[in-house]
């Protein structure tokens, strides 16, 4: 299996700032894609932000130019860089993989998500 473990959310002021994390682990053969989903109450979950293998982005409209996500090959790691952050931020951010586990004869990819991290930004 893989498991994705998500870290750094929390609460924070509007205007202010926070780091999230996701580390991939398990019998990883490669990662495709990583990137980062939101759900706020009430509201279906969202793309983020995404990034792939080579370090192609992919932003929400409502997050460009305040979020940025970074990605660490080496580490199977995954960062998502808030900046500017606005109460409409507020809701659980899961990690997600597109990942290849297994041997060289026996290779499945499929999509991974973390257990999600609350991010809250108040007025």
């Known amino acids: 299996q893989v498991q994705l473990v998500e870290s750094g959310g929390g609460l924070v002021q509007a205007g202010g700032s926070l780091r999230l994390s996701c580390v991939a682990s398990?019998?990883?053969?490669?990662?495709?894609?990583m990137g980062w989903y939101r759900q706020a109450p009430g509201k279906q979950r969202e793309l983020v932000a995404d990034?792939?293998?080579?370090?192609?982005?992919t932003y929400a409209d409502s997050v460009k130019g305040r979020f940025s996500i970074l990605r660490d090959n080496y580490k199977n790691t995954v960062y998502l860089q808030m900046n500017s952050l606005k109460p409409e931020d507020t809701a659980v951010y899961s990690c997600?993989?597109?990942?290849?586990?297994?041997?060289?004869?026996?290779?499945?990819?499929?999509?991974?998500w973390g257990q999600g991290t609350q991010v809250t930004v108040s007025s």
């Open positions: 990034i792939t293998s080579g370090g192609s982005t």
């Open positions: 398990g019998s990883i053969f490669s990662i495709n894609n």
């Open positions: 997600h993989a597109v990942a290849t586990r297994g041997t060289l004869v026996n290779l499945e990819t499929k999509d991974y």
